[in-house]
């Protein structure tokens, strides 16, 4: 029988390596609440990423949603359709109405000359998302939000570890989140972060995650519970001693689709952007059934036939879910709706074997007419 073939595979240490660092914990007892691995792994992080500050919370959605309300934000928030749920849900959540501009068909980020024209008197930030490790236009977006007075936060999820012009991504805007969940590049099981520059907007992150507590006698804020426990934190420890070597394994397995697929009629290839260091951290194709022959939803279901699982990632767009219920128009984004059903992501982690990704692209192109 062939082997089943995720679309992703969260990395791990090896389990002693794991078992060796949550050893102290049977010590201490101190499980939650910003212990030594929490403070650990923040600092490291900090490192990492190259960010002037960071504050770890229990998943990359408490991230966008908190650093939302700690920013106080009023009225109209512009950002994409073309994500997953919770940058949506976040900006909604906070009772903020969201304006849904347009991606480019090239890296499929969001496009910075159809900003402008959505921002009116109700606007005060933008959410941009970086995608598939695909960096924003950062510069044009932050000549805008300076010219408008706008606060910028990206949804940082796709690109752990990724740099622009040398910077880490993270030091980017008023704010950047990033996720930490099980299928990302790096991950603490469960878990996020968000980056930042402003001290009192760290303070009022913290407040926020840990239920409006300003000091043991005093609360003075009605915040949330998202804080990283222990565990994840350790998790994370582990895991960040080895993701550069996990990054390496991934862009082998880019590579190795570039190689199998650039010269496919009908096969839009994820860009190689210039002056960014990648992650690697997803392989979308688009589609075009005129050329290719068929199209997505039949790639997708006949790759499932020889047990490979693609995603059909993003779809559908946020504004056209049914929890909405039509309260936004898909065709004022029209080239995210049309991307969305035609993109597909194939499988891609550490240790897909390269002749499984030889096989994975031999099945595709059978399927060309």
Not at 146 to 153: A, D, P, R, S, Y
Not at 173 to 189: E, L, Q
Not at 203 to 221: A, S
Not at 242 to 270: A, C, F, M, P, T
Request: with cysteine.
């Amino acid at each position: 029988m062939e082997k089943n073939i995720l679309v992703t595979k969260s990395s791990m240490p090896e389990l002693n390596e794991y078992v060796e660092e949550i050893k102290d914990i049977w010590e201490t007892h101190w499980l939650t609440n910003m212990g030594s691995k929490h403070q650990r792994l923040q600092s490291e992080l900090k490192d990492y990423l190259n960010v002037q500050n960071i504050e770890l919370l229990t998943n990359g959605h408490m991230a966008l949603e908190l650093s939302m309300q700690a920013m106080k934000l009023k009225g109209e928030v512009i950002t994409t359709p073309f994500t997953f749920a919770s940058t949506t849900h976040a900006i909604v959540r906070n009772g903020l109405t969201p304006v849904f501009c347009d991606i480019n068909p090239t890296d499929f980020t969001i496009d910075t000359t159809k900003i402008e024209a959505l921002i009116t008197d109700k606007t005060t930030a933008i959410v941009p998302v970086h995608v598939y490790g695909n960096v924003c236009n950062v510069d044009e977006i932050e000549k805008i939000a300076k010219k408008h007075n706008l606060k910028v936060i990206y949804d940082a999820a796709h690109t752990f570890g990724v740099k622009y012009n040398d910077r880490g991504i993270g030091s980017y805007g008023d704010a950047s989140c990033f996720s930490f969940h099980a299928t990302k590049v790096f991950n603490t099981i469960e878990g996020g972060a968000v980056c930042f520059n402003n001290q009192e907007f760290g303070q009022e992150i913290y407040r926020l995650k840990n239920f409006g507590i300003k000091d043991q006698e005093t609360v003075d804020g009605i915040g949330a519970n998202a804080k990283m426990n222990e565990f994840c934190a350790a998790m994370g420890l582990c895991n960040l001693k080895h993701v550069d070597r996990e990054i390496e394994k991934r862009q082998k397995v880019v590579n190795r689709y570039r190689y199998n697929l650039s010269k496919i009629d009908g096969i839009q290839l994820n860009p190689v952007q210039d002056n960014v260091i990648s992650n690697y951290a997803y392989f979308p194709i688009i589609i075009d059934e005129d050329n290719f022959g068929v199209n997505r939803d039949v790639i997708f279901e006949n790759l499932k036939q020889y047990h490979i699982t693609a995603r059909k990632y993003f779809y559908p767009i946020t504004n056209t879910f049914d929890c909405y219920n039509g309260t936004y128009n898909a065709d004022n984004t029209p080239i995210a709706l049309d991307i969305s059903k035609r993109v597909l992501t194939l499988p891609l982690y550490a240790d897909l074997e390269i002749s499984e990704v030889d096989r994975i692209c031999n099945i595709i192109r059978s399927f060309k007419k």
